[in-house]
């Protein structure tokens, strides 16, 4: 990550990409070649969704940094308890990448007063990763994670402080960016939200109110970025374009802003031409292609993903 001064050199980005192979939660040597591949000029890296706790991971093998030898073991890359959630209702059968169907145990509700504690894992996790050489932290509140399952009333059911309204439900993310803000400094903060996706069952009513209060709020955290997912891509004379339904957001809040969504070169060099975001970032694109800047630089032809080796 970098500062403000530095963020106008990028824009290109390579998205939180979840990697399941990380054994025992412990990131492996091989991550650093991992990352190495993908550090070029004009990129800017975000790292793998990484938990905070031991009750913070949703899948095997990933990555933590909640613990001295997490540090440690991220030190040269940048240079079972029930899970908890906001509800107990339990996700349902997913299908995994390999077509496969995966089960999940059912979570624990958070009570009022446990949260200050997984709002502290959120700050701790933030000092770690500074500790560790990282220049600055993403807030994962996208994709399913705890943080979306408090924001989206698909999957918030609560009726206190954390529930039912908007202004509640967005609570628990905006106390986690005060915290994790105070910790490392505004200037190395940023977050992840995808307001209009339903992954893992989580989705919401209203995104788009979801989304411009999340916007809005952030504004007085005076964060660096705010990054956010596209809706679905649609079909446009037999083409799949990007919806580009963002810009509400992108004006709405005054740092810098990351377009992620199905992008390739020609539509993210447009989405940056004309104002519509700051920078765009990739995922797949960046998995097959380690040096996706340069190939997009020089024109290159892209290697073709595999699904199949997503998460491996």
């Known amino acids: 990550m970098a500062d403000r001064m530095v963020m106008h050199m990028y824009r290109i980005v390579l998205a939180p990409l979840t990697r399941q192979r990380s054994y025992g939660n412990v990131p492996q040597p091989h991550a650093a070649l991992y990352y190495s591949q993908r550090a070029s000029t004009g990129g800017l890296l975000i790292t793998e969704a990484t938990g905070v706790s031991d009750t913070a991971q949703g899948y095997p093998d990933t990555p933590g940094i909640w613990t001295a030898e997490h540090v440690e073991a991220w030190r040269p890359i940048p240079g079972g308890k029930a899970p908890v959630s906001s509800t107990e209702t339990r996700l349902g059968p997913q299908t995994s990448f390999d077509g496969h169907l995966d089960e999940y145990s059912p979570p624990r509700r958070l009570t009022v007063e446990e949260i200050p504690g997984i709002v502290d894992d959120f700050r701790k996790a933030a000092r770690n990763a500074i500790d560790a050489g990282f220049d600055g932290v993403e807030i994962h509140g996208a994709n399913g994670y705890l943080i979306e399952q408090f924001l989206k009333d698909g999957t918030n059911d609560r009726d206190d402080e954390y529930g039912g309204s908007l202004e509640n439900r967005c609570r628990f993310a905006l106390e986690i960016v005060d915290a994790v803000v105070k910790e490392v400094g505004s200037h190395r903060v940023g977050i992840r939200l995808s307001p209009f996706t339903d992954i893992s069952d989580c989705y919401d009513s209203d995104p788009h109110s979801l989304a411009l209060h999340m916007s809005t709020k952030l504004n007085d955290h005076d964060i660096l970025y705010l990054h956010m997912i596209e809706p679905r891509m649609a079909i446009v004379d037999g083409r799949r374009v990007v919806p580009k339904r963002l810009l509400p957001y992108r004006k ?50 892209l290697n073709k993903y595999d699904r199949m080796t997503f998460y491996i």
């Open 252 to 301: 709405a809040f005054k740092g810098t802003f990351i377009a992620a969504g199905g992008y390739d070169r020609e539509e993210g060099g447009k989405a940056v031409t004309e104002g519509y975001t700051d920078l765009v970032a990739f995922g797949r694109l960046f998995l097959a292609n380690p040096d996706l800047p340069k190939r997009f630089e020089v024109g290159a032809e």
